[in-house]
Nanobody
Framework: QVQLVQSGGGLVQAGGSLRLSCAASGSIFNINAVTWHRQAPGKQREWVAKVGGSTSYADSVKGRATISRDVAKNTVHLQMNSLKPEDTAVYYC?????????WGQGTQVTVSS
């Protein structure tokens, strides 16, 4: 059983930065693609960023977000800079291992204007 435990997030002013973390049990996490998603109130969950063989980002965060791995700690980070009020959402990490999807518990990010 894989568990994804998220940390980080919180309340930040527009223009500020936050780092979200997603830690997993099991080293297989280090060779799996991991994605970050977010869901704003009243909206569908949307994909934000991916780390696998390479990294990729949604247009809405490109240039402001950096996804990275800490292999030694089985952790994936999402660094968000120049935050905007529209970045306010619950952020989730996700990975799929052998056909089973695993979600983190979600982390609230609130950006005040």
């Amino acid at each position: 059983q894989v568990q994804l435990v998220q940390s980080g997030g919180g309340l930040v002013q527009a223009g500020g930065s936050l780092r979200l973390s997603c830690a997993a049990s099991g080293s297989i996490f280090n060779i799996n693609a991991v994605t970050w998603h977010r869901q704003a109130p009243g909206k569908q969950r949307e994909w934000v960023a991916k780390v696998g063989g390479s990294t990729s980002y949604a247009d809405s965060v490109k240039g402001r977000a950096t996804i990275s791995r800490d292999v030694a700690k089985n952790t994936v980070h999402l660094q968000m800079n120049s935050l905007k009020p529209e970045d306010t959402a619950v952020y989730y990490c996700y990975t799929n291992i052998y056909g089973t999807g695993y979600w983190g518990q979600g982390t609230q990010v609130t950006v005040s204007s």
